[in-house]
């Protein structure tokens, strides 16, 4: 398996534009987690999904993001409009109840709004 | 609500040293208990974690924990320190039911030569 797959790797957009953020996650996990990690903050939990359906979004920030699974193998992770603010990487997991907590993580993608 | 805590957001030890991270939890009834390892550029990896049974769990890369639940602590420790073990480790739990695991601030380990 390939492990879960995040794209782009890096990411540099302007203030306002919108930014799609990418992840396929391992074949037959049935849970998807969005996860934001700064420096201030620390690693944050943005959404988490269970066969597909958001369970908790109570981690996004803002109506700016928004978060869609339409099926199995994909996820995105949208914010629009993009400000400075919002420059992190964005780290996306996925995970199966069997076994619990044991997240295996993408590679992230870095994302900087100038 | 359940929540740990790391003491010591920067450790630094020497090339074959003992490693002792520390994580202590609040919980009102016995958590799930996990530490993950973050090298850099990359995503965070499971190194061991505790559930229930044995206290003392062993994990990959010469790791391991001990669940204290009189102490409410989850310490990571390991006997000889080694280069490549120069990451960030997360203590985490799962916070009510389920599979939402939730992180600590995080330790950064240094190792010197």
């Known amino acids: 398996d390939a492990g879960v797959i995040q794209s782009p790797r890096h990411e540099v957009t302007e203030m306002g534009q919108e930014v799609t953020l990418r992840c396929k996650p391992i074949?037959?996990?049935?849970?998807l987690f969005w996860y934001r990690q700064t420096m201030m903050r620390g690693l944050e939990l943005l959404i988490y999904?269970?066969?597909?359906?958001?369970?908790?979004d109570s981690g996004m920030p803002e109506d700016r993001f928004s978060a869609k699974m339409p099926n199995a193998s994909f996820s995105t992770l949208k914010i629009q409009p993009s400000e400075p603010r919002d420059s992190a990487v964005y780290f996306c997991?996925?995970?199966?109840?069997?076994?619990?907590?044991?997240?295996?993580f993408g590679s992230g993608t870095r994302l900087t709004v100038v | 609500a359940q929540s740990v805590t790391q003491l010591g957001s920067h450790v630094s030890v020497s090339e074959g040293a003992l490693v002792l991270l520390r994580c202590n939890y609040s919980?009102?009834?016995?958590?799930?208990l996990f530490w993950y390892v973050q090298y850099p550029n990359q995503g965070l990896q499971l190194l061991l974690k505790?559930?229930?049974?044995?206290?003392l769990v062993k994990g990959i890369n010469g790791f391991e924990a001990e669940f204290k639940k009189s102490e409410t602590s989850f310490h990571l420790t390991k006997p000889s320190a080694h280069m490549s073990d120069a990451a960030e480790y997360f203590c985490?739990?799962?916070?009510?039911?389920?599979?939402?695991?939730?992180f600590g601030t995080g330790t950064q380990l240094k190792v010197e030569l």
């Open positions: 997991a996925s995970s199966s109840l069997g076994q619990v907590g044991g997240y295996t």
């Open positions: 074949s037959g996990h049935d849970y």
């Open positions: 985490a739990v799962i916070k009510g039911g389920g599979n939402k695991l939730t």
């Open positions: 919980s009102s009834v016995p958590p799930y």
């Open positions: 999904f269970n066969n597909n359906v958001p369970i908790d």
């Open positions: 505790y559930t229930t049974g044995a206290t």
